[in-house]
């Protein structure tokens, strides 16, 4: 079964530092990976996604992540965070032969100016 | 930009009481979904519709509710006679290519008293 763990719960930074948000998943097959971000009292918002194709994909917002298949792993990456970034975010993955997407947990990031 | 709607985005009904919970999808979209999310938990799946059937739904998806895409526009979630445990925020997704890209909206906030 597809399976995701956030290990973060919250995160805190500065604003200006650098961002790396842990996901990892349990998939037999090469699964399709997200990020969404979720601001106070909104929507989740696809940040990027992997579904083939180069490891390293652009989001928006200035978010990258790269899949790392012997890591099982598909980490959310920003150089330089901004106070707006402060928000929930969850990373999901979803299979091929299934409509659902499967949420880890969420990691919620403060940031401070 | 295309968004999906949710009304109410705040609801709160007795133990035991029908509700519906509304969504208006992106209009070109053919693939709809329920997630919901206890307080303090991850985002889980309940259904997915698509061509006036449901196509998958996960376990918690019981007897309680269903789901409808009355008017071409709309598609809601009922839950027929609400428990404590039913209260959650509930997002309404849809894409126009299955997994591809899911559009969430803001979410409806179920509280049952």
């Known amino acids: 079964a597809q399976s995701v763990t956030q290990p973060d719960i919250h995160i805190t930074v500065s604003e200006g530092a650098s961002l790396e948000l842990r996901c990892n998943y349990s998939?037999?097959?090469?699964?399709?990976l997200f990020w969404y971000v979720q601001s106070p009292g909104q929507g989740l918002q696809l940040l990027l996604k992997?579904?083939?194709?180069?490891?390293l994909v652009q989001g928006i917002k200035g978010f990258e992540a790269e899949f790392k298949r012997s890591q099982s792993s598909f980490n959310l990456r920003k150089p330089s965070v901004h106070w707006s970034d402060a928000a929930e975010y969850f990373c999901?993955?979803?299979?091929?032969?299934?409509?659902?997407?499967?949420f880890g947990t969420g990691t919620r990031l403060q940031v401070f100016p | 930009e295309p968004e999906v709607t949710q009304t109410p985005s705040h609801q709160v009904t007795q133990m035991g009481q029908e509700v519906i919970l509304r969504c208006v999808p992106i209009?070109?979209?053919?693939?709809f979904y329920w997630y919901r999310q206890i307080l303090g938990q991850k985002v889980e799946f309940l259904v997915s519709?698509?061509?006036?059937?449901?196509?998958?739904k996960s376990e918690i998806f019981d007897d309680q509710f269903s789901v409808e895409r009355p008017d071409g526009s709309n598609f809601t979630l009922k839950i027929r006679s609400t428990k404590l445990e039913d209260s959650a925020m509930y997002f309404c997704?849809?894409?126009?290519?299955?997994?591809?890209?899911?559009?969430f909206g803001q979410g409806t906030r179920l509280t049952v008293v």
């Open positions: 997704a849809s894409s126009a290519n299955s997994l591809i890209e899911a559009f």
């Open positions: 998939y037999g097959a090469t699964p399709y």
């Open positions: 992997y579904f083939s194709g180069d490891t």
């Open positions: 999901a993955v979803g299979a091929g032969n299934t409509d659902k997407l499967i």
């Open positions: 209009s070109n979209h053919l693939y």
């Open positions: 519709f698509y061509n006036n059937e449901i196509s998958e």
